[in-house]
């Protein structure tokens, strides 16, 4: 009788808990979906700050609007670079229509836009007989005729480039004067008004794409409404822990830490124009923490957080979610010790590199460890 | 204690014989599902099937495959740039990366509109004749290959423009099919006309899994397979290409490419990044520009003496020799063993050959010595009037073709989102890449032809499944 009675409440137990880790479950991909949404919302509008930076400094050039506009730039690069942890798994920035290669394509084809040093009329800017119009249509279109996956003429290192120009120097980021942009006289370099015109496409181009993607994620968005259908939740959890696994074995530390590291090309870096880069990696690692623990800080302070799968790991196997923990703490660690700038870095081979790549590694398993344990399928 | 076994054993036999052994499906073979060996397989059968790298490497080739992999998708972009590691694209070329043609290492597609732009498709050039080695003899202006796209302020060679002309036939059980035949019209030739007699052949990007494991079957084996006159009569002859080896400055057997133009891994890659994407190398120092291009554009900046350094062109030729094969999917399921049986019934395994090994070449251990189900013999088939491209290549014919090995082909539409196939992508699927089949295999496409309507889907299932 007694064995009966355990046996019983055994099974209500469970149920209870599979209905809390049901209801958890539910809870916390909602939240993944609004920190998507506040995250790339934020993206907007910081861009938005940078594209009225720009009209501005274009409607009168002057040095301290230009400073305005690297500025800009530089802020509206941290939201975005966490939104970096919504790739890899096929979502609506790098599915078959997703435009992640319009915004973050890289290396950047500087001198089929502008000039470059040795070379005065490179670019498209320099050259109105090749391309007497620069539109939209116009650097779309040269895209798909290079018939590649990313394009090479658009997005956020695009604007680095106009911004800052090349990097030339051994310490410092790249010097182009704010004159290039004066039209008629005093102005440096040639054909500034196109060079403005290449300027404003291409940071409207960058908030056209940010739209597309935020409003996937909207309440009323297509691909939110379809992710969170309870009855797939562990596929939608399984494109998220799937996306962080590429997204720090093989993106940041392969792609982005390894392969700069591996071949010393002082410049083998994603945003060499500004020196950039290790920012740009501490908000990667960020937005994956956001993801795990279901919070999102915005540029101006607001914070939001809810139910994570952290919640969820914590409830079924609190042995991973310290993993997990220790982890992260590892990464950001040995982060924090790469010397600014990354380049630098890069060419005296610090080992600090070296060790943050591996303990990437080990997030990276980490975490797909942790996704698996509370029902992640992939 | 002897007597239970007994009485278990003889009801497990007596279950074992009702069953039987069922003649008309294929067995399952030991480990044939690994379809690139025990090393050479990936477990994804994803959208990165065919990404994975083998098994069983240093740490050392495990960073090399890293990079190689990131030289083989980044974008190169035209010289002088910042990042100097990826600069001297062009100054003519059909990509800016491997990546864009064999996206996601896979296959490419031929364009779906007359306009469109070819991405993955690229139309060898040459006039009668042959090289000091053997090869073909390029256009005197265009080269050897055409280039329909150019960095800024140079121009492209020309575009193309591909049409088709459908053809129906039928099954003997009535089943209508429609084939497509492509037509292609060479436009705004910006460097004057090409040669009279010029041939060309098209050629598609293929998938790139499990290319390091055909590299180091033995070549005496290869050439075992070859049955050149037909001495067993059974219609399918066989033969290997010989073609020039740059780096040995040799003769030696081909076995890459659609017709087996190439004798390794190192010349394909090399051949692929000067050729495709206008980089030089140290195999191939000189950008793939004629002499009267050259006089056009004497000052076009390059991206340095060669534009891959060694050290980076070794990696990538790494990667390309270190993607592990997918892993077969169903290969026990009965619709597919009878496919199986079929497939070798009517002898598509007189050249799709299943199993080989591999031997001991190379310096990548993890590679040696693992049984591989690649579908291919390497050597040259007459494939029949209706593919031939009549451009012959080394000792390659107008009419004949290079087996292309199977594995991974299931997985094409996984990976790259559509089932075109053949040399220059006209087949829409295996179905009519079966019915193009002509010359030597031209007994095994009517065997199929006579196949009732199941057993040619079980067929083509079993072909899915590799």
Redesign the interface.
Same mark, same amino acid.
């Given at each position: 009788m007694f064995l009966f009675l355990a046996a019983a409440s055994l099974f209500v137990a469970c149920g209870e808990k599979e209905d809390v880790v049901a209801s958890l479950k539910k809870d916390a991909l909602e939240q993944y979906a609004d920190l998507v949404l506040a995250n790339y919302e934020d993206s907007y509008n910081t861009a938005l700050t940078l594209k009225q930076a720009i009209d501005a400094f274009l409607a009168a050039p002057s040095d301290a609007g230009f400073q305005t506009c690297k500025t800009a730039w530089l802020a509206a690069r941290n939201p975005y670079g966490q939104t970096e942890a919504f790739r890899f798994y096929?979502g609506p920035i790098d599915d #078959?229509d997703g435009p992640e290669g319009f915004m973050n394509?890289?290396?950047? *084809?500087?001198?089929?836009i502008d000039y470059?040093? +040795?070379?005065p009329n490179? +670019?498209?800017i320099n050259?109105p007989g #090749?391309q007497p119009v620069i539109s939209k249509e116009v650097l779309v279109g040269l895209n798909?005729?290079?018939?590649?996956? %990313?394009a090479?003429f658009t997005g956020w290192h695009a604007l680095e480039f106009l911004l800052w120009g090349? &990097?030339l120097s051994i310490s410092g980021p790249g010097a182009r004067p704010y004159t290039d942009y004066i039209v008629g006289g005093g102005g440096t370099a040639a054909n500034q008004a196109r060079r403005g015109q290449y300027l404003q496409i291409t940071i409207d181009l960058l908030l056209e794409h940010i739209a597309q993607v935020r409003d996937e994620w909207k309440t009323d968005g297509a691909y939110r409404q379809e992710f969170l259908n309870e009855e797939t939740n562990n596929e939608s959890m399984g494109l998220i822990f799937f996306g962080l696994r590429e997204f720090a074995k093989t993106e940041i530390s +392969?792609?982005r830490m390894?392969?700069a590291f &591996? %071949?010393k *090309?002082q410049?083998?870096e994603h945003s060499?124009?500004a020196d950039n880069t290790i920012a740009d990696l501490k908000m990667n690692l960020l937005g994956m923490k956001n993801v795990y623990y279901g919070s999102y800080k915005n540029s101006n302070g607001t914070e939001i957080s809810g139910s994570s799968f952290n919640d969820l790991v914590l409830l079924l196997d609190p042995v991973k979610a310290e993993a997990v923990r220790v982890a992260f703490e590892e990464v950001e660690a040995k982060m924090n010790a790469i010397p600014a700038p990354f380049d630098q870095a890069v060419a005296n081979s610090s080992t600090t590199i070296t060790e943050t790549i591996a303990a990437l590694q080990i997030l990276g398993d980490r975490l797909a460890e942790a996704g698996k344990a509370i029902g992640a399928e992939f | 204690m002897r007597l239970l076994i007994f009485c278990i054993a003889i009801p497990l036999l007596f279950s074992a014989c009702k069953k039987g052994i069922d003649p008309t499906i294929a067995q399952v073979e030991p480990e044939e599902q690994y379809a690139g060996g025990v090393n050479g397989t990936t477990f994804d059968i994803g959208q990165n099937a065919f990404g994975g790298q083998v098994n069983g490497m240093s740490s050392e080739q495990n960073g090399f495959f890293v990079t190689g992999n990131s030289f083989f998708r980044s974008n190169w972009v035209s010289a002088p740039a910042s990042v100097q590691t990826l600069d001297g694209l062009g100054p003519i070329f059909n990509a800016i990366s491997c990546g864009s043609c064999h996206f996601k290492d896979g296959r490419a597609k031929p364009p779906g509109q007359p306009e469109e732009p070819l991405n993955g498709l690229l139309f060898r050039l040459s006039i009668p004749g042959t090289d000091a080695h053997g090869g073909s003899l390029g256009d005197p202006v265009y080269g050897g290959q055409l280039q329909d796209k150019a960095i800024l302020n140079v121009q492209n060679e020309a575009r193309v423009r591909v049409t088709y002309q459908e053809t129906a036939g039928q099954y003997p059980d009535g089943t209508a099919y429609s084939l497509r035949q492509p037509l292609y019209e060479f436009i705004d030739l910006n460097y004057g006309p090409l040669a009279s007699g010029l041939m060309f052949s098209p050629r598609i990007a293929p998938q790139m899994p499990g290319l390091g494991l055909l590299e180091i079957v033995p070549a005496s084996d290869i050439l075992a397979f070859a049955d050149e006159n037909d001495a067993d009569q059974n219609g399918v002859s066989g033969r290997p290409n010989q073609v020039w080896d740059a780096n040995s400055q040799q003769v030696v057997l081909g076995r890459f490419g659609w017709k087996a133009n190439q004798p390794n891994l190192a010349q394909q890659t090399a051949g692929a990044f000067n050729g495709d994407l206008g980089i030089t190398s140290n195999l191939f120092p000189q950008d793939h520009l004629s002499p009267t291009q050259q006089q056009q554009y004497p000052n076009v900046p390059n991206g340095g003496t060669p534009e891959i350094p060694d050290d980076i062109f070794h990696k990538v030729v790494h990667y390309t020799q270190t993607l592990a094969v997918p892993v077969r999917r169903d290969h026990d399921d009965v619709t597919v063993l009878r496919g199986k049986f079929l497939f070798n019934q009517i002898n598509c395994t007189g050249c799709h050959r299943p199993e080989m090994n591999t031997g001991t070449g190379g310096n990548i251990a993890a590679l040696h010595n693992q049984k591989i189900w690649p579908y291919t013999d390497l050597l040259l088939h007459d494939m029949g009037s209706g593919l031939a491209d009549n451009r012959p290549d080394f000792l390659a014919t107008g009419t004949e073709w290079r087996t292309a090995p199977l594995w991974g082909i299931g997985l094409i539409p996984t990976v790259n989102g559509h089932s075109f196939l053949l040399h220059d992508g006209r087949a829409r699927n295996i179905e009519e890449a079966i019915l193009w089949h002509g010359g030597e295999a031209e007994k095994s496409r009517d065997a199929f032809k006579a196949l009732s309507h199941s057993d040619r889907l079980a067929l083509i299932r079993f072909v899915e499944s590799l």
């Open positions: 096929g #078959a394509a890289w290396p950047m *084809d500087e001198n089929y470059v040093q +040795g070379q490179a +670019g498209i050259n #090749a798909e005729l290079f018939s590649s996956e %990313t090479v090349q &990097d +392969g792609e390894f392969v &591996d %071949t *090309d410049e083998h060499c124009f | -």
